[in-house]
């Protein structure tokens, strides 16, 4: 598994939690830097995921 999978993971998870705790608080910029680090981890984790895919097609095409 990629870095960039995980650590996408880890950031929309933050993100989750920051736009929650924001919502909850009423603090509309916590709510907005947590919407803002879950599309930047979603994003970093497809950037993963297409690496993973690209080794494995390498991977198979060795064989």
Known sequence: MDKDRIKGTAQKIKGSIEKTVG???G???LERDGMVDKAVGSAREGV???K???RDAIKDRSK
């Open 52 to 54: 993973d895919a690209v």
């Open 23 to 25: 919502r909850l608080t």
């Open 48 to 50: 993963g995921k297409a």
């Open 27 to 29: 603090n509309k910029k």
